[in-house]
Each structure stands twice: as structure tokens, then as C-alpha cells.
């Protein structure tokens, strides 16, 4: 979406439709811009009471003689409770009700002079209305011939911002990086495979000369002995990859933060098969994979003053007579033998191998790990958070602030020393699955086996990162969680 300042409103030219957001107050509703001579046109539809200024609701108007044939009154909601997220929430709103009307341009009004500051007020409604203007519908054929989706294309925003250019720019490149990862996520498992992401990334890189792209093919994966990684490969036809994205906007400096993505292109559960119900959703089990691409393709877009390294195991969890077997052992990366409990806990075995090669070879200052990782997580928090386990109070506050501020939320769960024990194998080092309580804890008390002191982070994204409905700004299915939480992270970093 293109989006362009505007100094006045008298200035504006011709578009498929204005929004004007209204305040709710005790009284009743109340401009949230001053309107000039456009008041008298919207007076007598405001008389009516179809249109309460409720966060997000909608009206759309028809006039005469104007330069927008429609206004689109939205409702803002309490001027008090005014924040970056109910912009958001209600200028997504109003993209939602315009992509219905297939309407391409139109001109924005928002509130300039509120309790926010005008760079958050803008952020909002800039953020709220690019997250929504997305469409999953390359999987389409004849469908999209009856009804071809439009998106919104043109923004004219009445403004008086100086930065106004600067921050549009950086939020459509933030959003691109999330959009990136919602079509990775939401693209075919046969088309997006492990060695589909190598040519993401290698792509990613050509495009940016600061990233560069290390990818090991099964070979050289076999030569690191990398055995989990290769383990959960075995049941697939498709070669596993592990790829390191490199960026260096600090090169002064030492501090390095590495980016874990878990990359499972799809996940039948292995010999431990999914059930019916439960498998249809798992070409998602790369959305923490899709994140970290995503964010590197922002940061290096935006040139951030920050060291970050990418690292993605990938493979699909397949079933075959080759496929790796509940109660066999496997050795990684680091040593340790692993007893499969059940060779539905993949994410956690490939994520091992990579966590143990970053904290050996890549000298990360920190590690963030994101993972569609455990089903628990979704019965602990649903939707409206994603997991945080961490060994390091400094980090997870941190993660705490950029979530609260992206309102990509993120909530810590325990990882008490005491679910060790529920890892116990008699036979082997450790065990991939602990018994039926705290499963998103005794998934990342595993993964800490393999981080060392290393101030680490572990994100289960396995609800928030794969929706089964559309929520507010987010689309069905891919949502891109983890590009502006750890664009937010990083630039605090800055
Ligand atoms: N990829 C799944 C987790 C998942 C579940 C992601 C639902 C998205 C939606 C993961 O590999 C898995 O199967 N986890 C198991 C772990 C168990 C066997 C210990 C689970 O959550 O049941
Ligand atoms: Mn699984
Ligand atoms: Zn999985």
C-alpha cells in the first residue's frame, strides 16, 4: 500500500472513500478531527443512532459533491482509553469493511492530538491498517475469477507529521517481513519445504547485500552430526536443511543475538501419527522459521545498528518404514543421547541440534528460539499470547516490553528445575516427552538442556502463530507472529 501525506484536508483529491473516526463519550459520540465544512454532511446520519462510535464499528455514508463518494465514519471508541492498539484494532476495522466494498484508494483522517504521541497515534493506525490489508489467496483459481480479492492500494493520510514518509516506509517494511512469513506459513507443505526456505533465504540474500546465507544440505549435516536433526528427517524423501542467516549492523561490536526457528515443514507426528483432527493445520509447523525470516528480511531492510544471526533446522516429519521409532535412542549435536518418548515431539529434537550449534559456533550474547512447539501452550493461553520460558529474567522482561508494545503479547510460564525429572529415561540421557502436565514447560526445560549459561528465550508460538480464525488484524491461518516482536526487540537493542 502506497501512502502519502496530505497537509490539509481541503487538499485531498479524489478517492473511493474517507474515513472519519469519532470518539465515544458520555454524552454520546464526538469528531475525533475537526471536520470543517464535511460536519454538515454527516450530521443528519449522526441524529440516527446507527452509529454508537464503539471501538471499530463502522458506517458508511453516501454524498453528493465531495471528493470521495462514500465517508466511512469509524468508531474509535473512549477518548480515555485511547491506545496504539485500539488504532490498530479500529483502523483495521475500517481496511476490512473497504476490502469488502473492493474499494483501492481512499483518504484517512485519524486523530492527530490525542493522549498518545503523534509518532504512536500514527504508528497505530498505520500498523492496524497494513496487517489487515492482506489476502491469502493464491490457492485460489476459478474462485478468484468470480471474485478477484482487492486490497487496498492507495492511502492519503490528512497530516501534518513531519517524519510522516520516514515512519510509513519503516512500518511497511516491518509488515512486509510479516507478510512474508504469513504466506511461507500459509503456502502448500509440498511447495514449502526445507530446501524451498534455503532459496527464501538465499533470495532474501541476494536481494541485501548484508545478510549472508550458509545453508547445509544432508551431507554436511551428517558430517556435523547433527543425528537429532537427522533423526526426525529419516521417514521423509525430502533432504533436511540447516540454514544460518547472517547480518552485521554492529560490526564494532561483539554483542551477537541468535534467532532460533523451528522448521518443520510439516508435521504428521511421525510413526506416532496424528489423528484425524489434529493434522490438517501442520504445514504451520514452520511459522517459527517463517518469523525468523521475516525478521531478518526487516532488519537488514531497515539497516538496523545490531548483530543477528538466523539459524533454521528444517525437515518434514514424515512416516515411512524408514522413519525414526518411539523408543530408539538418537545422539545430536552435543553429545547427549535422546530416548524418543513419542516422535511426535520433533520440534523440540531438530531445535536441540540448533541451539547446541549457535551456542558452539556462532558466540550469541543471547538466543531467542521461536517454535510452533507444543498444543499445550494453545490450552494455557488460546490465542492472545505466546508462550515465554526463559533462563534469563533480563531477556524475558525485554521480550515482555516489545510484546506489550507490538501487542504481540507474550506471557512466561515456569521452567522449574523440578520438571527435569519428568524427562528421566532409564536408558538414554534424556527423554523428548515428559508425562501429561506442564507440556509447554517440560518442552522447553528440554530445549534448555542445550543452551548452557547462554542467556536464552523460548517462544511457543504454536497457538498465536497459526490462527483457526481471523482475529481483529490477523487473517485465518499465518499471522507472521514474531516479525514485529523481534524488529520491536532489536531496535530496542539499537
Ligand atoms: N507441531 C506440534 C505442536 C502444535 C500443535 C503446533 C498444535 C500447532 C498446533 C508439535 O510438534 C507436537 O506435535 N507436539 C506434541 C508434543 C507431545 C507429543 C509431547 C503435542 O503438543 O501434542
Ligand atoms: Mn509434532
Ligand atoms: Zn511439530
Known sequence: MEFVPITSLERRKKAEALVIPYWKTKKGIEAAVPLGALSQLVELPLKTDDFTAKEGELLFIYVQRQEEPRFVLLGLGDKEKLTTERLRRAYASFVKGCMVKKIKEVNVLYPENSSLSPELSLRGVLEGMLLANYRFDFLKRDALKECPSVILEKASFITTYKDFASLAKETSTICDGVYLARNLVNGNADDVTPQFLVKQAELMAKKNSRLKVTAFNKKRIEKEKMGLLLAVNRGSVREPAFIIIEYKGNPKSSDRTVIVGKGVTYDTGGLNLKPTGSMETMKCDMAGAAACLGTMQAVAALGLKVNVTAVIPSTENAISDTSYKPGDVYVGYAGKSVEIGNTDAEGRLILADALAYACKNLKPTRIIDLATLTGSIGIALGDEATGLMSNDDI????????????????????????????????????????????????????????????????????????????????????????????????????
Open 395 to 494: 531477556l524475558a522482561d525485554s521480550l515482555i516490553r516489545a510484546g506489550s508494545e507490538t501487542f504481540e503479547r507474550v506471557w512466561r510460564l515456569p521452567i522449574f528445575e523440578e520438571y527435569r525429572e519428568l524427562l528421566r529415561s532409564q536408558i538414554a540421557d534424556i527423554s523428548n516427552i515428559g508425562g501429561r502436565g506442564a507440556g509447554a514447560s517440560t518442552g522447553a526445560v528440554f530445549l534448555q538442556e542445550f543452551v548452557g549459561k547462554t542467556p536464552w528465550a523460548h517462544l511457543d508460538i504454536a497457538s498465536t502463530g497459526n490462527l483457526k480464525e481471523a482475529l481483529r488484524y490477523h487473517p485465518k491461518s499465518g499471522t507472521g507472529i514474531g516479525v514485529r516482536l523481534l524488529v520491536e526487540l532489536l531496535q530496542h537493542l539499537e
